[in-house]
T-cell receptor, first 115, second 114 residues
Framework: AQSVTQPDIHITVSEGASLELRCNYS??????LFWYVQSPGQGLQLLLK??????LVQGIKGFEAEFKRSQSSFNLRKPSVHWSDAAEYFC?????????????FGAGTILRVKS | DAGVTQSPTHLIKTRGQHVTLRCSPI?????VSWYQQVLGQGPQFIFQ???????GRGNFPDRFSARQFPNYSSELNVNALLLGDSALYLC?????????????FGPGTRLTVT
């Protein structure tokens, strides 16, 4: 079965510091991978996606993620965090028709930014 | 362009009642998916509809049902509500089948069952 693990429930970083959010996935084929961000009481906004090709993908708001097949990981990074980045971040793997046509989400990582 | 819209924004129901949630996808998107997000957890997949046909179903009881209309909007119905159905219900649309194409989410409907 497909699954996504986000090992860190909470992360606190100082404004201006770098950020890395971890994501590990389990999937039986070439994965489609996504990172979403959710502000309190709101829906999910797509930050970036990996379908194939270059393993380092760029997204919105200065975020990037690197796909590492050997480690089954898709970690999200940002070189300098802004206070407005405080939110909850979800990693997801896309399951195609063979696996149910759906997104399987991790439990999320709550990012706190201290000034 | 308008994003995914959902109605209502908030809803309070009593155990045993029925609820209908509505979703309008982004123009041109033919796929609508529904997710349940319980507080403190990631979204859980309920259904996907593509071109008005069910193309995926999550591990939810038969009390949950959905449909997609000719204009690609969708309804999620939940019968015999339980306290555990209290959650944020998210609708997402995509150009093609979910999982392969990126999905865009609406703001959600917050359902509280008392």
């Amino acid at each position: 079965a497909q699954s996504v693990t986000q090992p860190d429930i909470h992360i606190t970083v100082s404004e201006g510091a770098s950020l890395e959010l971890r994501c590990n996935y389990s999937y039986g084929a070439t994965p489609y991978l996504f990172w979403y961000v959710q502000s309190p009481g709101q829906g999910l906004q797509l930050l970036l996606k990996y379908f194939s090709g270059d393993t380092l993908v760029q997204g919105i708001k200065g975020f990037e993620a690197e796909f590492k097949r050997s480690q089954s990981s898709f970690n999200l990074r940002k070189p300098s965090v802004h206070w407005s980045d405080a939110a909850e971040y979800f990693c997801a793997v896309g399951a195609d028709v063979e696996y149910g046509n759906k997104l399987v989400f991790g439990a999320g990582t709550i990012l706190r930014v201290k000034s | 362009d308008a994003g995914v819209t959902q109605s209502p924004t908030h809803l309070i129901k009593t155990r045993g009642q029925h609820v209908t949630l509505r979703c309008s996808p982004i123009s041109g998107h033919k796929s609508v998916s529904w997710y349940q997000q319980v507080l403190g957890q990631g979204p859980q997949f309920i259904f996907q509809y593509y071109e008005k046909e069910e193309r995926g179903r999550g591990n939810f009881p038969d009390r949950f049902s959905a449909r997609q209309f000719p204009n690609y909007s969708s309804e999620l119905n939940v019968n015999a509500l339980l306290l555990g159905d209290s959650a944020l219900y998210l609708c997402a649309s995509s150009i093609g089948l979910a999982g392969v194409y990126e999905q865009y989410f609406g703001p959600g409907t917050r359902l509280t069952v008392t």
